[in-house]
């Protein structure tokens, strides 16, 4: 059974960070694509950032991109969002995903797998 469990989020002031963990059980994080997708209140699931598999090259979202890393961490079976200079437009509940490949672009629909969301808040 796959299981994805998400934590790390937290509440910060702006220009702050976080560090989200997605650890992965079930299935093996680095055969498999890893995504984190973000939803604010009234909004769309949105692809911030994904790891492809085999590779591990990475993929972020414009609106993170040089501010969000993720890494992925194959002994440990782990995914990570490294999240610098936070903002408070990224306020969100922010999940992992997988699925066997990245689809182009990150659509949340595709991702067959899911955690439950850890929440992410940053006061200006």
């Known amino acids: 059974q796959v299981r994805l469990v998400e934590s790390g989020g937290g509440s910060v002031q702006a220009g702050g960070s976080l560090r989200l963990s997605c650890q992965a059980s079930g299935y093996t994080a680095s055969r498999n694509c890893v995504g984190w997708f973000r939803q604010a209140p009234g909004k769309e699931r949105e692809g911030v950032a994904a790891?492809?598999?085999?590779?591990?090259?990475?993929y972020a979202a414009d609106s993170v991109k040089g501010r969000f890393t993720i890494s992925r961490d194959n002994i440990g079976n782990t995914v990570y969002l490294q999240m610098n200079g936070l903002k408070p437009e990224d306020t969100a509940i922010y999940y992992c995903?997988?699925?066997?490949?990245?689809?182009?672009?990150?659509?949340?629909?595709?991702?067959?797998?899911w955690g439950q969301g850890t929440q992410v808040t940053v006061s200006s």
């Open positions: 995903a997988a699925h066997s490949y990245c689809p182009q672009p990150l659509n949340a629909p595709e991702f067959r797998y």
């Open positions: 790891v492809y598999p085999g590779s591990g090259n990475a």
